[in-house]
């Protein structure tokens, strides 16, 4: 950095954006915010230098840069009001996000804000890096520590009543307790969440993380239906923002529609208008598992997971549901093995599904005590034997009937005879 500083003036901000290369323009700016001058024109133009001197930092990928700039600001922050303190703080811990790899510094360098936040007792900036900071440590899976962090923070922003920050905290400790399994905690905090954004007007992103969220536990809860609708909400707010989760919104929309058996849907959602937007790997995934669930194909549904594994089985949410789907596509495969038999050896079973017969052989005691099919396995043999379907015997309900009769008819006569007596 140059010791000698440039004027905070609208020319020198021009010469910092003609120059020929980004370390030149750089070097220009870092000079720019080193004047004396504390007239408000020349506060407003450093502002202006450090949110482009921030885009600049960013582009270069220089992580530490950027968190040093929030250092050397610090005596920069007393001259100007609080808000825009807040603003240019977020600004830079949001240009640090954007660089792939910096997770640690950011946790690092919200933990230095907080600490100074703290000093200055700058509350409302506080709160807010505190947030950020939690939701890093979720991400980093510290989730121990993030719910500490948030717990008390839940207090004091409930105590202040500040409901737009209330539902970002809100929906982080859904999401928070959602990765700790546990569901009811999860639901709870989304409700505070939809409650305190009731309230308010909710921006639209934040509107459509809500209904993703929504869409989340409904589909863990094994209510697609719901969820689908949930997902269609969350995509079609961010597919108007143009926010990168529209793809996971669709993906997850497409994820209900495979879930609940409607799996030829999904071709018809993918080459829609909306949907031909985010053709790619993401979908090419679901629509490659959709395919194997109409063929009720064991052997395609597995093809799918080798050559889309980042799509589903790094994908948290879809992968919690990929369990559940092989176990259906397994007994729709063995149903449709065994249906021209009345019986069948299991090995030839196992053959044919190209599967360990140990494996085999549980998965259809499990399905004939379940009543997915009516059956016995002769293990003696190594067969299975399949009965035909029983018919359903009449007389045992209108039996069932008559006896809860009679038993009523009992129950009035003593309650009368109770009367008589008395």
Same mark, same amino acid.
């Given at each position: 950095?140059?010791?000698?500083?440039?004027?905070?003036?609208?020319?020198?901000?021009?010469?910092?954006?003609?120059?020929?290369?980004?370390?030149?323009?750089?070097?220009?700016?870092?000079?720019?915010?080193?004047?004396?001058?504390?007239?408000?024109?020349?506060?407003?133009?450093?502002?202006?230098?450090?949110?482009?001197?921030?885009?600049?930092?960013?582009?270069?990928?220089?992580?530490?840069? !950027?968190?040093?700039? *929030?250092?050397? +600001?610090?005596?920069?922050? /007393?001259?100007?009001?609080? #808000?825009? &303190? =807040?603003?240019?703080?977020?600004?830079?811990?949001?240009?640090?996000?954007?660089?792939?790899?910096?997770?640690?510094?950011?946790?690092?360098?919200?933990?230095?804000?907080?600490?100074?936040?703290?000093?200055?007792?700058?509350?409302?900036?506080?709160?807010?890096?505190?947030?950020?900071?939690?939701?890093?440590?979720?991400?980093?899976?510290?989730?121990?520590?993030?719910?500490?962090?948030?717990?008390?923070?839940?207090?004091?922003?409930?105590?202040?009543?500040?409901?737009?920050?209330?539902?970002?905290?809100?929906?982080?400790?859904?999401? !928070?307790?959602?990765? *700790?399994?546990? +569901?009811?905690?999860?639901? /709870?905090?989304?409700?505070? #969440?939809? &409650? =305190?954004?009731?309230?308010?007007?909710?921006?639209?992103?934040?509107?459509?993380?809500?209904?993703?969220?929504?869409?989340?536990?409904?589909?863990?809860?094994?209510?697609?239906?719901?969820?689908?609708?949930?997902?269609?909400?969350?995509?079609?707010?961010?597919?108007?923002?143009?926010?990168?989760?529209?793809?996971?919104?669709?993906?997850?929309?497409?994820?209900?529609?495979?879930?609940?058996?409607?799996?030829?849907?999904?071709?018809?959602?993918?080459?829609?208008?909306?949907?031909?937007?985010?053709?790619?790997?993401?979908?090419?995934?679901?629509?490659?598992?959709?395919?194997?669930?109409?063929?009720?194909?064991?052997?395609?549904?597995?093809?799918?997971?080798?050559?889309?594994?980042?799509?589903?089985?790094?994908?948290?949410?879809?992968?919690?549901?990929?369990?559940?789907?092989?176990?259906?596509?397994?007994?729709?495969?063995?149903?449709?093995?065994?249906?021209?038999?009345?019986?069948?050896?299991?090995?030839?079973?196992?053959?044919?599904?190209?599967?360990?017969?140990?494996?085999?052989?549980?998965?259809?005691?499990?399905?004939?005590?379940?009543?997915?099919?009516?059956?016995?396995?002769?293990?003696?043999?190594?067969?299975?034997?399949?009965?035909?379907?029983?018919?359903?015997?009449?007389?045992?309900?209108?039996?069932?009937?008559?006896?809860?009769?009679?038993?009523?008819?009992?129950?009035?006569?003593?309650?009368?005879?109770?009367?008589?007596?008395?």
């Amino acid at each position: 950095m140059s010791t000698s500083y440039l004027p905070a003036t609208t020319d020198s901000i021009a010469q910092a954006l003609e120059a020929k290369n980004p370390s030149e323009s750089i070097s220009i700016f870092y000079r720019i915010l080193e004047s004396p001058s504390s007239s408000p024109e020349s506060l407003r133009i450093k502002e202006q230098s450090i949110t482009n001197l921030s885009d600049l930092l960013r582009q270069e990928n220089r992580a530490e840069e !950027l968190r040093s700039l *929030l250092t050397q +600001l610090r005596p920069f922050f /007393a001259l100007i009001p609080k #808000a825009k &303190t =807040a603003k240019i703080v977020r600004g830079i811990i949001d240009a640090v996000a954007k660089i792939p790899g910096t997770s640690d510094l950011q946790i690092s360098l919200c933990k230095e804000m907080v600490l100074w936040t703290r000093a200055e007792k700058r509350t409302f900036l506080r709160q807010r890096v505190e947030a950020r900071l939690a939701a890093l440590l979720m991400e980093s899976k510290e989730y121990s520590e993030a719910l500490n962090l948030l717990s008390g923070l839940i207090k004091e922003v409930r105590r202040l009543d500040d409901k737009l920050l209330l539902v970002d905290i809100d929906l982080l400790e859904s999401k !928070l307790h959602f990765s *700790l399994r546990n +569901l009811p905690k999860a639901k /709870a905090a989304l409700t505070a #969440a939809r &409650t =305190a954004a009731n309230a308010i007007y909710v921006p639209p992103a934040q509107q459509g993380t809500i209904d993703l969220q929504s869409g989340i536990l409904h589909a863990e809860e094994k209510d697609y239906k719901t969820g689908y609708s949930y997902f269609f909400e969350a995509f079609e707010a961010f597919n108007a923002l143009e926010d990168p989760r529209a793809v996971f919104s669709l993906k997850y929309m497409l994820l209900c529609k495979i879930m609940v058996s409607q799996a030829d849907d999904v071709a018809g959602i993918i080459s829609s208008k909306a949907g031909l937007q985010y053709v790619g790997p993401e979908l090419d995934a679901m629509k490659a598992v959709a395919d194997a669930h109409s063929k009720r194909s064991l052997k395609l549904f597995e093809t799918a997971l080798r050559d889309f594994k980042a799509q589903l089985e790094e994908d948290p949410i879809v992968h919690r549901h990929l369990s559940s789907l092989y176990d259906t596509l397994l007994e729709q495969n063995l149903c449709r093995l065994i249906e021209p038999f009345s019986r069948v050896e299991i090995a030839h079973i196992a053959d044919l599904i190209e599967l360990p017969i140990d494996h085999v052989e549980k998965k259809l005691s499990q399905m004939i005590l379940d009543k997915k099919f009516a059956g016995t396995l002769d293990q003696g043999a190594g067969c299975l034997v399949i009965f035909d379907d029983p018919k359903t015997d009449v007389i045992y309900p209108a039996t069932l009937e008559t006896i809860s009769n009679v038993g009523k008819v009992v129950d009035s006569l003593y309650v009368r005879s109770a009367k008589i007596m008395a």
